[in-house]
């Protein structure tokens, strides 16, 4: 019961909107299946391989979302599976997705993942990259562009995080403005985790990635 407990007390704080992304990184099937009962669709996986074994056992309702850092040599381990890729940080990676895509003639819904934070361990775009990438946009024929994505730094400094989330919400605006202003698929910002999710909503998330505060702390803490 403490796993409901968990989502009932997020849940309460979540705006009609904002959509939950339950963070399922290490945890066990059983877990999972438990917290799918009480009406969590979507879970977030970091690991190709762990995500992959989880798939095969659990619901096909399930969305997963993929939100580490994937390399290009594991693409086609998830592509067909994943509802939603977070986690796109290069160039090289969003034209391997495409390419991949393109051969099984699918499309991938990503998000443009984007360094917000002011530590060197995180992975996302700079601007300058977001750019180049944003430029040559149609070139990249299988990819639903769904928005952006970031993480902000891991401290108890809010004003900080908040920054971070500001910059992460203005740059979202003026990216739609300029080159999705046709395109209502570029909707979403993902941010905000277990310790910084009500900052998150608070400047403009659209999606909560929750990890945590519904499963417990994880053993080991990979990100
Ligand atoms: C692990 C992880 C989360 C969830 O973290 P919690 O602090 O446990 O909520 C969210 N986003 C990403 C990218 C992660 O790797």
Redesign the pocket.
Known sequence: MILKENIDSIRKNLPPGVKLVA?S?FKPIEEILEVSKYGVKDF?E?RPQELNKKISELPEEINWHF??HLQTNKIKMIIDKVYLI??VDSLKLLTEINKEAVKRDITVNCLLQIYIASEETKQGLSEAELNEILDIKNLFTNINFKGL?G?ASFTDNKDKVRGEFKYLRDLFNSVKQTYFSEDSQFSEISMG???D?KIAIEEGSTIV???????GE?QATI?
């Open positions: 963070v990184k977030g970091n939100i580490g977070h986690s994505m993480m985790m277990s310790g999710y990635r929750i990890g945590s505060l519904i499963f994880r990100q």
